[in-house]
């Protein structure tokens, strides 16, 4: 039997049981900060939803193609809405619990649910083209090609379905653990190759025409003594840019590969479940501390590290022209800047999580807060100023009591050192 471990509380736990008998290190606070980076709201809409379907959007977020964004929610409403204006497309409504999706792309939009049904739309119009059933549930959103849908199911297996009648063509799979994150990884296409993350730390490619591996890379291996310290589950999408790709794990390493061969040109350790974004010179990873960190990506070394939202929930990141912009559990979106890391601009969704990345088309953002809310937001760098570090946070109540503890230790150790005798003469 398999057993899912929430995301959130899986690194509860680990920090948890790393630091012992020292309490866990609360969200961090938000710092006032000068704002650099002017950013406006240009509209917002709601997807279905609210309280009651919070716990299930683990795969629904939002999608854009062609000037059109695409957006689901797990009672079944699919919405199309322009990306300038927010205005409606078209809705439509299925009679599904919808739990991964949507995805867009080749004039279609693809979406599945937690039974296992898949269900392909025309982007145009919302009109139904085909709908098939895979025998588990799905949790992350396709990807598609003209000719191959290729899907993630929780089982551990990789789907390739034609794209025109949802036929399926092939389906590989991996070993899962018998504990794991609840979430997988959505698969991308790249130059004829459906490439995934799995469960067990591995990241594979096969042939999009025929399922055929091409190559199957371990980013991490199992290790420890408890179920929780094994946990090496690579949820995240991975990227490729040109012949590379990058991908990223819990509790294993960051890395860039070889598309051709999947061999590794570099790594480190470096635990995300969120995940990383790529823009061709630099990788951006939300690490599973929060720490939102920037790499070089020919060589994988740091050009800075931002930890003032350390420890929020963080979604993965993505790019805007000058800015990386990310989600945290209140609804807020932080836009650091892209060449020091320092926070330029801050705005707030609503009330709920944000538990998908958002979606970046230039210097539009759009997000999808976990109660259906979506938000569309444009940052203007050309008014924008230099960007500044934010002040430091004040001490927390943790750090007051251990720094007032350390003081007292150190007054009873001069004390005694003081009522001490002298030594005697030889």
């Given at each position: 039997m398999?057993?899912?471990?929430?995301?959130?509380?899986?690194?509860?736990?680990?920090?948890?049981?790393?630091?012992?008998?020292?309490?866990?290190?609360?969200?961090?606070?938000?710092?006032?900060?000068?704002?650099?980076?002017?950013?406006?709201k240009?509209?917002?809409?709601?997807?279905?939803?609210?309280?009651?379907?919070?716990?299930?959007r683990?795969?629904?977020?939002?999608?854009?193609?062609?000037?059109?964004?695409?957006?689901?929610?797990?009672?079944?409403?699919?919405?199309?809405?322009?990306?300038?204006?927010?205005?409606?497309?078209?809705?439509?409504?299925?009679?599904?619990?919808?739990?991964?999706?949507?995805?867009?792309?080749?004039?279609?939009?693809?979406?599945?649910?937690?039974?296992?049904?898949?269900?392909?739309?025309?982007?145009?119009?919302?009109?139904?083209?085909?709908?098939?059933?895979?025998?588990?549930?799905?949790?992350?959103a396709?990807?598609?090609?003209?000719?191959v849908?290729?899907?993630?199911s929780?089982?551990?297996?990789?789907?390739?379905?034609?794209?025109?009648?949802?036929?399926?063509?092939?389906?590989?799979?991996?070993?899962?653990?018998?504990?794991?994150?609840?979430?997988?990884?959505?698969?991308?296409?790249a130059?004829e190759?459906?490439?995934?993350?799995?469960?067990?730390?591995?990241?594979?490619?096969?042939?999009?025409?025929?399922?055929?591996?091409?190559?199957?890379?371990?980013?991490?291996?199992?290790?420890?003594?408890?179920?929780?310290?094994?946990?090496?589950?690579?949820?995240?999408?991975?990227?490729?840019?040109?012949?590379?790709?990058?991908?990223?794990?819990?509790?294993?390493?960051?890395?860039?590969?070889?598309?051709?061969?999947?061999?590794?040109?570099?790594?480190?350790?470096?635990?995300?479940?969120?995940?990383?974004?790529?823009?061709?010179?630099?990788l951006?990873?939300?690490?599973?501390?929060?720490?939102?960190?920037?790499?070089?990506?020919?060589?994988?070394?740091?050009?800075?590290?931002?930890?003032?939202?350390?420890?929020?929930?963080?979604?993965?990141?993505?790019?805007?022209?000058?800015?990386?912009?990310?989600?945290?559990?209140?609804?807020?979106?932080?836009?650091?800047?892209?060449?020091?890391?320092?926070?330029?601009?801050?705005?707030?969704?609503?009330?709920?999580?944000?538990?998908?990345?958002?979606?970046?088309?230039?210097?539009?953002?759009?997000v999808?807060?976990?109660?259906?809310?979506?938000?569309?937001?444009?940052?203007?760098?050309a008014?924008?100023?230099?960007?500044?570090?934010?002040?430091?946070?004040?001490?927390?109540?943790?750090?007051?009591?251990?720094?007032?503890?350390?003081?007292k230790?150190?007054?009873?150790?001069?004390?005694?050192?003081?009522?001490?005798?002298?030594?005697?003469?030889?």
């Amino acid at each position: 039997m398999r057993f899912f471990l929430p995301l959130g509380l899986a690194a509860l736990l680990i920090a948890a049981g790393c630091s012992k008998d020292k309490d866990v290190e609360p969200p961090a606070a938000l710092l006032k900060f000068t704002g650099t980076l002017p950013v406006k709201k240009i509209w917002g809409d709601n997807v279905g939803g609210g309280k009651k379907q919070v716990k299930l959007r683990l795969g629904l977020g939002p999608a854009v193609m062609d000037g059109v964004v695409f957006a689901a929610s797990h009672k079944g409403e699919v919405l199309a809405v322009t990306l300038e204006t927010g205005k409606e497309v078209w809705v439509k409504k299925l009679k599904l619990p919808l739990s991964a999706g949507p995805a867009a792309g080749s004039g279609m939009v693809v979406l599945g649910s937690s039974k296992g049904t898949v269900i392909a739309l025309d982007a145009a119009t919302g009109r139904e083209r085909w709908r098939v059933h895979v025998n588990s549930e799905l949790l992350s959103a396709p990807a598609i090609s003209e000719k191959v849908v290729v899907l993630r199911s929780v089982d551990g297996r990789l789907h390739g379905l034609d794209s025109a009648s949802g036929k399926e063509l092939w389906q590989v799979e991996q070993q899962v653990p018998r504990l794991s994150l609840r979430g997988t990884a959505t698969p991308v296409i790249a130059k004829e190759l459906a490439i995934s993350g799995f469960d067990n730390g591995k990241v594979m490619a096969v042939s999009l025409t025929t399922g055929d591996t091409v190559w199957d890379t371990a980013l991490a291996s199992p290790h420890g003594r408890t179920e929780l310290d094994r946990l090496v589950d690579i949820d995240s999408t991975v990227r490729v840019i040109g012949d590379d790709v990058f991908a990223a794990g819990f509790q294993g390493r960051t890395a860039m590969m070889a598309l051709d061969s999947g061999q590794i040109w570099w790594a480190h350790d470096m635990s995300s479940y969120r995940g990383l974004s790529a823009d061709g010179e630099n990788l951006f990873v939300t690490e599973s501390d929060g720490a939102v960190v920037a790499l070089h990506d020919k060589d994988g070394s740091e050009l800075w590290r931002n930890e003032d939202i350390k420890r929020r929930g963080l979604s993965a990141p993505v790019e805007t022209s000058t800015a990386v912009a990310v989600a945290d559990y209140q609804g807020y979106v932080h836009w650091l800047d892209k060449k020091t890391g320092y926070l330029v601009a801050r705005v707030r969704v609503s009330k709920f999580r944000v538990s998908n990345p958002p979606v970046a088309v230039d210097d539009t953002v759009v997000v999808l807060d976990d109660g259906g809310k979506m938000s569309a937001f444009r940052a203007d760098p050309a008014h924008a100023g230099a960007a500044v570090p934010a002040p430091k946070a004040p001490p927390t109540k943790e750090a007051k009591k251990a720094a007032k503890k350390a003081a007292k230790e150190a007054a009873k150790a001069a004390k005694a050192a003081a009522a001490a005798p002298p030594p005697q003469k030889p």
